[in-house]
């Protein structure tokens, strides 16, 4: 079955300092992979995704993604954090194993950038 | 105004009561999708539709039905509430994945429900 995984639920990062939040997946065949923002009172916004080619992929707001095929992963990376950035963050996978072209989402990570 | 439109964005019920959540969108996308989502637990599919012809079950479905009124429009019922669909529900949409395509998912604000 394909999962993904965001196996931490926070992260503190200090204003100015790299960031990265995690995510590892399982997929049966190509993935498919996504990061969405949630900020207090909204909806998920679409940041990057990652269908082939580069592994490093650029995103809204200065955000990059590494995808890596040998250890399944495709974490979040900005290379200098703000306080805005504090929200929650979703990694996410489209199923292909059904079928029906469905997405799976990971339980989300919630990013605190201290001033 | 926004892509994705819920309604209501917030509503308290008591237990036994009907309850519908109507989302409309103006992207022109075909595909609809209605999630879940509650602490801790991620975002869970409820219910998602490819066509006004097609209505598909998610994860989650027993104790809500969706109707696909049109290409634009998908609502969410829940017949009878009971105090543990208390959640903040998500309308999506997304093109199909093809052709250049790469069928990201375009949120609406959310509802919250809460039921007593």
């Not at chain 2, 109707?67 to 609502?75: C, E, I, L, V, W």
Request: hydrophobic fraction near 30%; charge should be positive; glycine fraction near 10%.
């Amino acid at each position: 079955a394909q999962s993904v995984a965001q196996p931490e639920d926070q992260v503190n990062v200090a204003e100015g300092n790299p960031l990265t939040v995690k995510c590892t997946y399982s997929v049966s065949g190509n993935p498919y992979l996504f990061w969405y923002v949630q900020y207090p009172n909204r909806g998920l916004q679409f940041l990057l995704k990652y269908i082939t080619g580069d592994n490093l992929v650029k995103g809204s707001y200065g955000f990059e993604a590494e995808f890596n095929k040998s250890q399944t992963s495709f974490h979040l990376k900005k290379p200098s954090a703000l306080v805005s950035d504090s929200a929650l963050y979703f990694c996410a996978v489209r199923d292909w194993g059904s079928g029906t072209y469905k997405y799976i989402f990971g339980t989300g990570t919630r990013l605190k950038v201290l001033a | 105004d926004a892509d994705v439109t819920q309604t209501p964005r917030n509503r308290i019920t008591k237990t036994g009561k009907r309850i519908m959540l109507e989302c409309s969108q103006t992207k022109g996308h075909d595909r609809m999708y209605w999630y879940r989502q509650d602490p801790g637990l991620g975002l869970r599919l409820i219910y998602y539709s490819f066509d006004v012809k097609d209505i598909n079950k998610g994860e989650i479905s027993d104790g809500y039905s969706v109707s696909r009124q049109a290409q634009a429009k998908f609502s969410l019922s829940l017949e009878s509430a009971i105090p543990n669909q208390t959640a903040l529900y998500f309308c999506a949409t997304s093109d199909y994945f093809g052709q250049g395509r790469t069928g990201e998912l375009f949120f609406g604000e959310g509802s919250r429900l809460t039921v007593l």
